[in-house]
Structures are given as C-alpha cells and as structure tokens.
C-alpha cells in the first residue's frame, strides 16, 4: 500500500524488496513529496548508495483505488498507523533499515 497525505508519501510495500531482491530496507518509508513540480514525487535514502524514488504513474495507469468494505480499511489502517507510530518517523531508526 502507497499513499499520499499532504506533503508526505507512506509505502507499506517495500518488504518485497526483502524478500524479492534481498535488500535491506524499512518495514515502512515514509518520505517528504518535493515542493517542485515534477513526476518524482518524493525520495528517500535507505543507504548510503541506494534510494527509493517515488514517481507519478504514467498517464494511461489507473490511479483510483478500488472500493474496499469500510470495516477492512478501518482495520488494515489502523494497523498500519500503529506500525508507523512504532517506527519513530524522523528518527535515523526510521531511515536506517541496520538498527
């Protein structure tokens, strides 16, 4: 799951990257969106070599999520905001997936 809210990008997908490629990386990243226009929409360092970049869909990629039962968002969006709260956003901790 990747969302937007205000000036802030939340990816609770970057596991796969674990456990696909074998990269180290957070369970969430969080990152600040650019104040510039641009299709990169936000960055994020996971080490000192590698980043993620989020960027806008191509133009032709549907960009609406599909409806999901209110109790199954409640749920899974709770869950997910304990676990960012639990990651201390801001912290080296949050950034740094070797703490």
Not at 22 to 38: I, N, Q, R, T, W
Request: proline share 9%; charged share 20%.
């Amino acid at each position: 799951m990747i969302c937007q809210v205000g000036s802030w990008v939340i990816d609770a997908a970057v596991s796969h990257l674990s456990s696909e490629f074998g990269l180290k990386v957070p369970d969430v990243a969080v990152g600040k969106c650019f104040d510039l226009p641009s299709r990169v929409i936000a960055r994020i360092g996971i080490t000192p070599h590698d980043s993620l970049w989020w960027i806008d869909p191509p133009t032709k990629n549907k960009v609406n999520p599909p409806v999901e039962p209110l109790g199954l968002i409640e749920k899974y969006g709770t869950l997910l905001a304990d676990r960012v709260t639990s990651t201390k956003i801001g912290s080296s901790h949050a950034r740094n997936p070797d703490f």
